[in-house]
T-cell receptor
Framework: DVKVTQSSRYLVKRTGEKVFLECVQD?????MFWYRQDPGLGLRLIYF???????EKGDIPEGYSVSREKKERFSLILESASTNQTSMYLC???????????FGPGTRLLVL | DQQVKQNSPSLSVQEGRISILNCDYT??????FLWYKKYPAEGPTFLIS?????DKNEDGRFTVFLNKSAKHLSLHIVPSQPGDSAVYFC????????????FGTGTRLKVLA
């Protein structure tokens, strides 16, 4: 079974803090994704990566950056957290040529 | 503008009956569609997919129908069970060269015992 893990289930941070969200997958997948889920808005793509050290902006990249130094790990960074970044963050991965994405359990982030 | 729409935010169905969840899209280039189920405080779980070369795909109690001319897909769950109560998302992709998906806003299904 594909396993995608996220470092924290719940996080509380203060405005202006730098926040790191970590995602690890154990299936040697080439593609990794970061989404945020908000009520009434569904899942929106923040960033994705097709390969190590490679990244591409999704639909809502503003205020975020990412890092992929190893194939299995994809990090989402909030450089200076703001209250409008309070959300559920979901990481996903997929294999090369595969059309199905597999999701981690999510991190619920609250920015005060 | 929302390219993938799930116009019903919620749906209630009696246990044992059919649940029909709908999804509309605007981009005729979308060629692959996924349905996910999501429980509270968990990540989405893949349910079933369909390629645009098909009009139906079935997996156990779950069937997805695709009507390309209407740009409409639906997920049928028969028979519905209380454990099916969750939020369901449809997602669409516009080609094998991209792995990006556009997600709908979700429909909350409640199956009443």
């Amino acid at each position: 079974d594909v396993k995608v893990t996220q470092s924290s289930r719940y996080l509380v941070k203060r405005t202006g803090e730098k926040v790191f969200l970590e995602c690890v997958q154990d299936m040697d997948h080439e593609n990794m994704f970061w989404y945020r889920q908000d009520p009434g808005l569904g899942l929106r793509l923040i960033y994705f990566s097709y390969d190590v050290k490679m990244k591409e902006k999704g639909d809502i990249p503003e205020g975020y950056s990412v890092s992929r130094e190893k194939k299995e790990r994809f990090s989402l960074i909030l450089e200076s957290a703001s209250t409008n970044q309070t959300s559920m963050y979901l990481c996903a991965s997929s294999g090369q040529g595969a059309r199905t994405q597999y999701f981690g359990p999510g991190t619920r982030l609250l920015v005060l | 503008d929302q390219q993938v729409k799930q116009n019903s935010p919620s749906l209630s169905v009696q246990e044992g009956r059919i649940s029909i969840l709908n999804c509309d899209y605007t981009n005729s280039m979308f060629d692959y569609f996924l349905w996910y189920k999501k429980y509270p405080a968990e990540g989405p779980t893949f349910l079933i997919s369909i390629s645009s070369i098909k009009d139906k795909n079935e997996d156990g109690r779950f069937t997805v129908f695709l009507n390309k001319s209407a740009k409409h897909l639906s997920l049928h769950i028969v028979p519905s069970q209380p454990g099916d109560s969750a939020v369901y998302f449809c997602a669409a992709s516009d080609g094998p060269g991209t792995y990006k998906y556009i997600f709908g806003t979700g429909t909350r299904l409640k199956v009443l015992a």
